[in-house]
């Protein structure tokens, strides 16, 4: 009986041992300084990160972090007010984020990759909430959340600020656009049901399709690379948890199984990796995690 219990208690701790490798295999933590971080995205081939980290109590900074060597340093050294939502083109030609010009005034840059400014979407007089800002693949227009008049909707216009459109109904709150590869499609979050949920619409804004179904909150989704899938964050489990569909809606798979929040998910070029921001033991940090098949 004795060699029987020693003998359960050992694979029990064979599996223990192997569950806690496998989940190790899957994270790969990225930075360690447990700062406050947000909107994460590759650049560069997905040899550096880019993301907004809180520097000081009043101050949100655009950082780079080189994968090969750790080296993590500002984006824009000399910013003087914060800057954040950083979002690369899809071929790193250039990239857009959102620049504080006063305590309630927010405006669009776009810049090309040498950090020339390719145009600026300056904020209306007042409080003027520019939000998620998302570059179309062939650079003609930029997409962003924005409160005309009412709640936050998707708009689109050229880099410039010209010829803006509205696409989604004021209906509910609209946030975070993301293209697809071939800049046909759009994936939002939105509340017009009632609860955040994911939606899929023409670029132009026609043919709105509901692609989750959840009493939780379903927010943040983002195109692979391939177009095929869409990553996002769901509170469906009762706390933030990155999950993964294909790109109809079809076999969501949870991610990420954590007590605390994951969130912010940005596809790696290569299509199977993700980067988050992961809350461990309530610090904040850049990790790498395995998309299942």
């Known amino acids: 009986m004795r060699c029987c219990s020693r003998f359960s208690l050992t694979i029990v701790c064979a599996l223990l041992i ?63 007010t914060s800057e954040f939502e950083p979002a690369w083109s899809a071929d790193g030609a250039c990239y857009a984020f959102l620049k504080t010009r006063s305590a309630l005034s927010v405006s669009i840059v776009i810049r090309d990759k040498q950090g020339v400014d390719l145009g600026e979407i300056l904020p209306a007089e007042g409080f003027c909430g520019y939000r998620s800002p998302a570059l179309a693949p062939d650079h003609s227009r930029v997409a962003f959340s924005f409160a005309e008049k009412g709640t936050q909707q998707i708009y689109s216009a050229q880099l410039n600020g010209q010829d803006r459109q509205r696409l989604t109904e004021p209906r509910g709150i609209s946030n975070w656009p993301s293209y697809s590869p071939e800049g046909k499609s759009i994936v939002f979050g939105s509340s017009q049901d009632g609860n955040f949920e994911i939606y899929r619409m023409n670029a132009n804004g026609t043919d709105v399709r509901r692609l989750t179904d959840s009493p939780f909150q379903d927010i943040r989704p983002r195109f692979s690379p391939d177009g095929n899938s869409i990553a996002f964050t769901s ?26 929040r994951d969130d912010y998910a940005d596809w790696h070029p290569g299509g199977k990796r993700l980067v988050i921001v992961s809350e461990r033991q309530g610090k904040h940090d850049l990790y790498l995690v395995n998309v299942p098949r």
């Not at 192997?18 to 995205?41: N, S, W």
């Not at 790109?247 to 990420?256: H, I, L, N, W, Y």
């Open 18 to 80: 192997a569950v806690t490798a496998a989940r190790a295999a899957e994270l790969e933590q990225l930075t360690r300084d447990g700062r406050l971080k947000f909107t994460p995205v590759f650049r560069n081939g997905g040899k550096e990160l880019v993301f907004v980290e809180l520097v000081s109590p009043t101050l949100y900074q655009i950082r780079r972090l080189v994968l090969a060597d750790g080296s993590n340093e500002p984006l824009h050294a000399n910013a003087p």
């Open 235 to 260: 509170y469906r489990d009762g706390n933030a948890e990155i999950y993964v569909m294909q790109a109809d809606g079809s076999t969501p798979r949870r991610v990420t199984k954590s007590s605390e």
